[in-house]
């Protein structure tokens, strides 16, 4: 019990009679409950929004171009996000292209229209001589996947999810379409196709900040997006088109910074 209301209830003790000999467990219980309700209410945490997206905030073409630095903040590599239309269903197409440590990644998603729910997905990755290769059919609640390892043999697998699983590669751009504002929270179902794994991604805007980076100063928005053990953070500037400025890999732990955006 804080110091003020301690003083409270002395106030109360001393200047009623009846309430220094029948109220000090109600008043007790009354401060207690008070207290509960206060931590639960500064806790932290928003009621989640029904998942809504709005229209596409991004052109076809844009491209973000980004510096990569690791734990010890040594930069270690560059990462370049492009987005364009698909022309049979005007659906979208992201390549998300990161050289990191020598390591590189290209990986194209393809999204429907509306609600930018994945169709299919391909990976490459190369690194230390070898190459992997994922491919990724979506049909409802249904994924196929088909892995291509470094020794060239490929395993290919079936998982079920919820028809509503957004890819987890997509979640940076798609989520510049919802209406971020301060406190706004949501949840997402999640799909990684390389580890074959369907998470429940808890978004929520955290606060404003100024931010400068490389491609220079932005009012933002933190947004964090919080799955099992691990947390991504995302600077998206308040302003359209609502470019991600910033973020923090929640699996990596690396740092984006954006460079360029056009």
């Known amino acids: 019990m ?23 467990f109600a008043v007790a219980k009354v401060f207690s409950l008070f207290s509960l309700l206060f931590a639960l209410s500064s806790c932290g945490s928003a009621q989640p929004q029904p998942l809504i997206f709005g229209d596409p905030v991004w052109a076809d073409g844009e491209t973000s171009v980004y510096r990569v630095t690791n734990r ?28 990191d440590a020598g390591v590189s990644e290209q990986a194209t998603i393809e999204m429907q229209p509306v ?6 997905s391909h990976l490459v990755r190369n690194f230390g001589g070898g190459k992997q290769v994922v491919e990724t059919q979506f049909e409802g ?13 490929t395993v290919y697998q079936r998982v079920q999810v919820p028809s509503d699983i957004r890819d ?45 980076v490389p491609a220079g100063s932005f009012d933002t928005w933190v947004v ?14 308040q302003a359209a088109p609502f470019p991600v400025v910033k973020f923090i890999d929640g699996r990596s732990q690396a740092t984006f910074e954006l460079t360029g955006f056009e």
């Open 168 to 212: 987890e590669r997509t979640l940076l751009l798609i989520m510049r379409a919802l209406p971020l504002a301060q406190g706004y929270a949501t949840r997402i179902n999640s799909f990684l196709p390389i580890a074959g794994q369907m998470e429940r991604v808890a978004l929520q805007v955290r606060r404003k900040e100024n931010i400068t």
């Open 224 to 237: 964090e997006l919080k799955a099992n053990d691990r947390t991504t953070r995302a600077w998206v500037a």
């Open 141 to 153: 609640a249904q994924v196929d996947i088909a892995l291509t390892n470094r020794q060239g043999a």
């Open 72 to 99: 010890e903040d040594r930069i270690v590599g560059t990462a370049a996000f492009q987005v364009s239309r698909r022309g049979q269903d005007d659906g979208w197409t992201l390549i998300r292209e990161i050289l």
């Open 115 to 120: 609600g930018y729910r994945p169709v299919y």
């Open 2 to 24: 804080s110091s003020e209301h301690r003083l409270l209830y002395a106030k109360r003790s001393s200047g009623e009679e009846v309430v220094q000999s029948t109220a000090p």
